[in-house]
């Protein structure tokens, strides 16, 4: 079964809004992922947030990670056409695979 | 330095055959997975190689299988191919820390079954 989940599943902005991506789970994890994938091919990995972190940045990405509520965003700022893309967590417990949930879909117009 | 490479990029097949796709990993990697992706789902994890060995298996059938080479090079064999197994596979390499890892995806192979 799926551990993350984002919400919402998809997300339609204008070039240079904000984006947020939220992504829950249920069980108790020893680090949460985020990757993005370009319309049906690899995935890329964008951050690694451990469970004692609470916040980290890489350019214009910002994750949050708060365990009590068993919940992570990813806050993509000043967004681009190019940012469009499905964007995926996976998070990790006592086993080395990496859960993914089912995406949120983001589409940034110019 | 090259990245995970798979192939084929594409593949059909008809009901009933089997079908077979590669994995290279990166350089140094020992830890190949594969995971399958049905369109508008999520990934699916299917197989973990670590070191020639199988560590683990996701909630497939087994016609689904694979292996590792000594080269750490992977190999993920479908049998008996059914029409819902159609979907992007996705092969990703890692070098295993501890309690994480950063995986490394390929491009992916679409196979579609007939």
């Known amino acids: 079964s799926q551990q993350g989940e984002e919400d919402p599943q998809a997300l339609s902005i204008q070039e240079g809004e904000n984006a947020t991506m939220n992504c829950s789970y249920k069980?108790?994890?020893?680090?949460l992922q985020w990757y993005r994938q370009n319309s049906g091919r690899g995935l890329v990995h964008l951050i690694l947030?451990?469970?004692?972190?609470r916040e980290k940045h890489s350019g214009r990405l910002r994750v949050t990670l708060d365990t009590s509520k068993k919940s992570s965003s990813l806050l993509i700022t000043a967004s681009r056409a190019a940012d469009t893309a499905s964007y995926f967590c996976?998070?990790?417990?006592?086993?080395?695979?990496?859960?993914f949930g089912r995406g949120t879909s983001l589409i940034v117009h110019p | 330095e090259a990245g995970v490479t798979q192939s084929p990029t594409h593949l059909i097949k008809t009901r009933g055959q089997q079908a077979t796709l590669r994995c290279s990993p990166i350089?140094?990697?020992?830890?190949v997975y594969w995971y399958q992706q049905a369109l508008g789902l999520g990934l699916q994890f299917l197989l973990w190689?670590?070191?020639?060995?199988?560590?683990n298996r996701g909630n497939f059938p087994p016609r689904f299988s694979g292996r590792q080479f000594p080269n750490y090079s992977s190999e993920l064999n479908v049998n008996a191919l059914e029409l819902e197994d159609s979907a992007l596979y996705l092969c990703?390499?890692?070098?295993?820390?501890?309690?994480?890892?950063?995986?490394?995806f390929g491009p992916g192979t679409r196979l579609t079954v007939l």
């Open positions: 996976a998070t990790s417990g006592g086993s080395y695979i990496p859960t």
């Open positions: 069980t108790s994890i020893n680090n």
């Open positions: 947030i451990r469970s004692n972190e």
């Open positions: 350089s140094g990697h020992t830890s």
């Open positions: 190689y670590d070191e020639g060995e199988e560590r």
């Open positions: 990703a390499s890692s070098l295993l820390a501890r309690s994480y890892n950063e995986q490394f």
